[in-house]
Antibody, heavy 121, light 107 residues
Framework: EVQLVESGGGLVQPGGSLRLSCAASGFTFSSYWMTWVRQAPGKGLEWVANIKRDGSEKHYVDSVKGRFTISRDNAKNSLFLQMDSLRAEDTALYFC??????????????WGQGTLVTVSS | DIQMTQSPSSLSASVGDRVTITCRASQSISNYLNWYQQKPGEAPKFLIYAASSLQSGVPSRFSGSGSGTDFTLTISSLQPEDFATYYCQQSYSTPRTFGQGTKVEIK
C-alpha cells in the first residue's frame, strides 16, 4: 500500500525557516517524480515544486523561487522541502504527492494527509 | 504559466442530478488534463487523467471530456458521497497549475 506521511510543520515567525519531510513507503520511491502542493486555509490547491527521480531536475512556482528548496534522499525514501524567508502568505497545509504516469500522462496519483505551516508573529 | 479557470465556483444540486463542471486553459494543453476530488479535511483524490480516462476504482458515473482549452467533468447521477470540491489540473507544462475549484453542495 502506497503511503506518504508528511511532518515538520508548525508555527514560525515571518522570515523564519522550516524543513518539511515526507516519508514514502509501499512503492519504489526512486522511480517517481515527487511534488509538493499547498493549500491555504479555505483556499484551493497550489502546486509548489517537484523533483525528478534522481534529484537532478527541480522546478518551483515563481512565488517560492529562491526561498524554498526541494530535495530527496532515495536511500531513505524521503522527500524534503526546505522553506526559508517565510512569509504570511506561505501559511498553508502542505501535501506531498507522488507524480505517477498513466500511459505517458502525469498525474498526482497518491497524496499524503498534509502538514500545516503557519507563519505568524 | 498556464492559467486554469473553472466554472462555476460553486453549485447546489440534489442527489440524482446530473452535474457538469467546466475547466478552461489559457492556452492549448491537448488532453493533458486531470481531475481531482477533495472532501473537507481530506487529501485530494485523483479521478480522471488524459481528460477522459477514469482512474481505476472511480465510479463510472464520473466522466470527463474535452481537448485543447475546454474541458468538462460530468457526474451523471450525483450521489451523497460526491458532495465535495473538484479541481482540474494541467500536466502539459511546469508549473503544474490547478483550477480554483468547484464546490458541489447539497441543495
Amino acid at each position: 500500500e502506497v503511503q506518504l506521511v508528511e511532518s515538520g510543520g508548525g508555527l514560525v515567525q515571518p522570515g523564519g525557516s522550516l524543513r518539511l519531510s515526507c516519508a514514502a513507503s509501499g512503492f519504489t520511491f526512486s522511480s517517481y517524480w515527487m511534488t509538493w502542493v499547498r493549500q491555504a486555509p479555505g483556499k484551493g490547491l497550489e502546486w509548489v515544486a517537484n523533483i525528478k527521480r534522481d534529484g537532478s531536475e527541480k522546478h518551483y512556482v515563481d512565488s517560492v523561487k529562491g526561498r524554498f528548496t526541494i530535495s530527496r534522499d532515495n536511500a531513505k525514501n524521503s522527500l524534503f522541502l526546505q522553506m526559508d524567508s517565510l512569509r504570511a502568505e506561505d501559511t498553508a497545509l502542505y501535501f506531498c504527492a507522488r507524480e505517477g504516469y498513466n500511459r505517458g500522462y502525469s498525474t498526482f496519483d497518491f497524496w499524503g494527509q498534509g502538514t500545516l505551516v503557519t507563519v505568524s508573529s | 504559466d498556464i492559467q486554469m479557470t473553472q466554472s462555476p465556483s460553486s453549485l447546489s444540486a440534489s442527489v440524482g442530478d446530473r452535474v457538469t463542471i467546466t475547466c478552461r486553459a489559457s492556452q492549448s494543453i491537448s488532453n493533458y488534463l486531470n481531475w481531482y476530488q477533495q472532501k473537507p479535511g481530506e487529501a485530494p483524490k485523483f479521478l480522471i487523467y488524459a481528460a477522459s480516462s477514469l482512474q481505476s476504482g472511480v465510479p463510472s458515473r464520473f466522466s470527463g471530456s474535452g481537448s485543447g482549452t475546454d474541458f468538462t467533468l460530468t457526474i451523471s447521477s450525483l450521489q451523497p458521497e460526491d458532495f465535495a470540491t473538484y479541481y482540474c489540473q494541467q500536466s502539459y507544462s511546469t508549473p503544474r497549475t490547478f483550477g480554483q475549484g468547484t464546490k458541489v453542495e447539497i441543495k
